[in-house]
């Protein structure tokens, strides 16, 4: 089961926001989330579920991305279908 504060980064990783719903359907322009260096295990629960993705390890911080199942799941929570920018 995901949390709540899960589905909060996903969210924010995809830098959604109801008010930036348009005809029931968001534009996902970003996919990255910046976690400290020593991982977040919110999102290596997500990466496990297959919602997420690690991607690059900078001397700051681990990015992850949200994955289209974990878009797929953001959808059926939010009722908004969720499409990447170009």
Known sequence: ???ETQLEKMEHAIGFR???VKKNR???FRN???APLLGDDDWKWLV???YAEQGEITES?????V???GMNF?????GVKIVEED
């Open 18 to 20: 109801f008010d930036r």
């Open 32 to 34: 990255h989330f910046a």
């Open 67 to 69: 994955t289209r199942a």
């Open 26 to 28: 968001y534009v996902a």
């Open 48 to 50: 496990g579920m297959g």
């Open 1 to 3: 089961m995901v949390k």
């Open 74 to 78: 953001i959808e059926r929570v939010t």
């Open 61 to 65: 911080g681990v990015f992850y991305h």
